[in-house]
């Protein structure tokens, strides 16, 4: 069985063949494009754990507080996770580092929500599309658990749980779709909405019928029906925007 202590050795010595010490003035980016550069050579991969501080302050030739403050703003963009007395990983996934300017660029204004429900629209359409066709049984069955928990949660009392389960049912359908750069996509652009989802589900007047638009996509991607399925995803998805947009005109207009 390999030793442990010579594989990090090891895997050490291949980081200070590849790193270059970082020149002055802009420390951060500079780390930053120094690891970014190693991920494009394979040499650090998602999930990798970094070497210690002191060993990779060495490798760049900057100070351990330098090194700390470009971990900051890594950790910030998702691209690195600090694990408490472990140590600090590149991140598995990319959500939390393309969702960051997406949700400055909302705040600032540059992207509006009926653009991100346009997205929505296309994007989730069309997963559910490729779902109907590649899905294997276990990911059906995992939409329909999710199905089954937003039935128990019909009442005005647990609209929170029922949001949590519609959720994961979004979640399960684009996993089913079986594209991994649209799921990450998918799952940015959820992220962005997670609090309009909570406004709009106290805006659907019968959960009812929302929880049916839900089971005509399950239909659809069990019965292997890609268009229906599209066709279903994309009709729910405007009812759902179609609300948002008379509860904005209602609100201002005012009383």
Known sequence: MPDASMETTNHEGMLAGEVQPVKRPDVTG????????????????????????????R????????????????NVLGIIRAVPGDGTYISESTSQALSMPLTFLMLMKKITLEQVFEFRLLLEGELATMAASRASEEELLAMHAQLEQMSHFLNDEKRARYLEAEYEF?????RGAHNALLLEIISIISGLLWETRKKLVELV??????????????LAVSSNEPQ????????????????????????????
């Open 30 to 57: 500079l780390v930053i494009d120094r690891l970014r550069s190693l991920l494009e050579k394979g040499i650090l991969q998602p999930g990798s754990k970094l070497p210690p501080e002191a060993k990779m302050s």
């Open 59 to 74: 490798m760049f030739g900057i100070s351990r507080p330098s090194l700390r403050q470009a971990y900051k703003a890594l």
């Open 170 to 174: 979004h979640n399960c359908i684009a």
């Open 205 to 218: 007047p019968d959960l009812n019928e929302d929880l049916q638009a839900h089971r005509d996509i399950y």
């Open 228 to 255: 229906a399925a599209g066709d279903a995803m994309r009709r729910h998805l405007k009812v759902a925007f179609d609300l948002f947009k008379a509860a904005a005109i209602q609100k201002s207009s005012g009383p």
